[in-house]
Nanobody, 121 residues
Framework: QVQLVESGGGLVQAGDSLRLSCTAS????????VGWFRQAPGKDREFVGV????????YYADSVKGRFTISRDNAEKTVYLQMNSLEPEDTAVYYC??????????????WGQGTQVTVSS
């Protein structure tokens, strides 16, 4: 069992940076890939990026590639989403999720409650 809690969201201006954290409880966190997803009002949830259990593999959605970076610290049971050059289109609730396969369309068994990111123009 893994519990996930996101933090770090907030209101920023276009061009600013923000770092989200996803902190886990449970002893097997390092076994899991962790994905980031987001959902804007009136839109479907979309994949942002994922990092495998060791941090050696990362995949990103085209919309954030080059601007967002995922990293993890297994000793701290935390995964980070560094978001640079934020755009109003990045406004959404951001969720982290843990699963066994680091892929956009994999099954993620555990989800956090989400953190709001709002980017003003």
């Amino acid at each position: 069992q893994v519990q996930l809690v996101e933090s770090g969201g907030g209101l920023v201006q276009a061009g600013d940076s923000l770092r989200l954290s996803c902190t886990a409880s449970g002893r097997t966190f390092s076994d899991y890939a962790v994905g980031w997803f987001r959902q804007a009002p009136g839109k479907d949830r979309e994949f942002v990026g994922v990092i495998n259990w060791s941090g050696g593999r990362k995949y990103y959605a085209d919309s954030v590639k080059g601007r967002f970076t995922i990293s993890r610290d297994n000793a701290e049971k935390t995964v980070y989403l560094q978001m640079n050059s934020l755009e109003p289109e990045d406004t959404a609730v951001y969720y982290c999720a843990a699963g066994l396969i680091p892929a956009a369309n994999a099954r993620y068994a555990y989800w956090g409650q989400g953190t709001q990111v709002t980017v003003s123009s």
